[in-house]
């Protein structure tokens, strides 16, 4: 569907006025994400308030015409693509914070709330959300709750998923439901909260979240450690997160990244194997204990070095490693197929061994980097999209990362979701009654099909 009907055009116009948009340059705006896939949408709907939700998926369903959430367009895996045409709706005007309560510790707010604007709004009450992806600043909390998403601060605090306690959403056919509670404990009834975090817009709308808030911690610490292979600096991640305190943060770089760290974006880091970024939280009592602690679990075997950060202009330059890694990437080559993969922390070792693997049977440079703690890292494969062998030399490389991460007991994704992208590999990570019962949960929320089609199940 290119065109919006005449009928369907003339009942958005009336409902949502100046912000039901059929131009060319609306509908190709709002027809890509990050991904840098795009596909033109009949028109884009920029809904403010739930009540014109629930009236804009009713008349989409009433004209079979599909609906795709969006964000702010920072998916990776062409989860808003509009494939079908159909309408995109934005919630960039569903941007409010209805509520912060700082005594029980959790917010209400709108989809379209941007993480960072979130956590600005939260600092004077010293509370944070913990989930912070690496697009927080630009991405909204409702992307954020679509895919799941993670980062550094996943391997103590959880993702998204783990600090939600309710929400409320409009279904397929037009309905409202509430779930979860403003409680941190709730047993009744089924959880679909969590159903539909992660979700990706094929099963409801989301229309206000509430938030599970924590207190800002004190102080942070940081560590570095540099090992001579990625079987010792992995082996040291399994004796850390054995031991009762918990880092904040723990970073993993392979030789690769290490590399380009150092010769592209000019970090300081001499050549190792392996390398981990850690990060501990506490207050001024217990932060020198922690610290302590995750030393002395670090090292072993294989330890080149431990480097310590006793200031925040330390810990910042500690850090500042990590994040020249994107741009580094992006000077290797403009072509970059980014997977977030996920195994257990003791496979790390093997999943790497295979990455450097495939980087030399493909003749394609293939770096590794990311949340060590809980086993997801990064896998980037680089090539010139330019070339064509190499491009497919890319594509083909991609079904053999997957099919070594499912091999080691692992998943196809972390924090990314699956979008497009990864949507015929849902047949390799489950067996066919698992499917059929995900169509039959997709059925039941949304009976036609119009949420996101073509999304999540193959």
Avoid at 46 to 57: C, D, E, K, N, S
Avoid at 266 to 282: K, R, V
Avoid at 284 to 308: C, H, Q, R, S, V
Wanted: aromatic share 4%; net charge negative.
């Amino acid at each position: 569907m290119n065109t919006p009907s005449s009928a369907l055009d003339a009942e958005l116009s009336a409902l949502l006025g100046e912000y039901w948009r059929t131009d060319d340059v609306s509908r190709r705006a709002y027809g890509e994400d990050n991904s840098k896939r795009y596909a033109l949408p009949a028109g884009v709907a920029l809904p403010g308030t739930r009540q014109q939700v629930i009236a804009l998926v009713r008349a989409c369903r009433a004209h079979r015409v599909p609906l795709v959430a969006r964000g702010a367009g920072t998916s990776s895996t062409g989860a808003v693509i509009p494939y079908q045409g159909g309408v995109v709706v934005s919630f960039e005007r569903m941007n409010r914070i209805l509520e912060v309560n700082p005594h029980d510790r959790y917010a209400i707010v709108e989809p379209g709330v941007l993480n960072g604007d979130l956590q600005r709004a939260l600092a004077p009450h010293r509370l944070f959300w913990p989930p912070d992806p690496a697009s927080a600043d630009i991405s909204t909390v409702g992307g954020n709750l679509a895919c799941n998403a993670g980062g550094p601060h996943a391997v103590k605090y959880g993702a998204t998923r783990d600090n939600v306690l309710g929400l409320s959403a409009v279904t397929g056919s037009g309905e409202p439901i509430t779930c979860g509670s403003l409680t941190s404990k709730d047993a009744t009834g089924y959880d679909l909260t969590h159903l539909l975090i992660g979700s990706e817009g094929t099963l409801a709308l989301i229309v206000q979240a509430t938030l599970k808030l924590l207190p800002l911690p004190a102080q942070h610490g940081s560590l570095r450690a540099l090992y001579t292979d990625v079987s010792s600096a992995a082996a040291a991640v399994a004796r850390i997160m054995a031991q009762p305190q918990t880092p904040s943060m723990l970073e993993f770089m392979d030789r690769a990244c290490i590399r380009l760290a150092r010769e592209v974006g000019g970090a300081d880091i001499p050549d190792a194997g392996a390398l981990l970024m850690i990060e501990t939280d506490g207050d001024a009592a217990t932060l020198p204990y922690a610290l302590e602690t995750i030393a002395g679990a670090a090292n072993g075997e294989g330890l080149i070095a431990l480097d310590d950060a006793p200031d925040d202009a330390s810990r910042e330059k500690l850090w500042a490693a990590r994040r020249s890694l994107s741009p580094a990437l992006r000077t290797i080559a403009s072509g970059k197929i980014n997977e977030d993969v996920v195994v257990p922390v003791s496979r790390i070792p093997e999943l790497v061994a295979g990455v450097e693997a495939m980087a030399a049977e493909y003749a394609l440079p293939i770096v590794a980097f990311g949340h060590a703690g809980n086993g997801n890292l990064h896998v980037n494969i680089l090539f010139d999209p330019d070339d064509e062998a190499q491009s497919l030399r890319a594509q083909t490389a991609l079904p053999r990362l997957f099919a070594l991460t499912l091999s080691l007991g692992g998943t196809l994704s972390g924090e990314h979701g699956i979008g497009v992208a990864k949507r015929e590999f849902m047949r390799d990570a489950f067996e066919p009654a698992t499917l059929a019962t995900m169509r039959a949960v997709k059925a039941a929320l949304d009976p036609d099909g119009i949420l996101n089609p073509g999304k999540v199940l193959p």
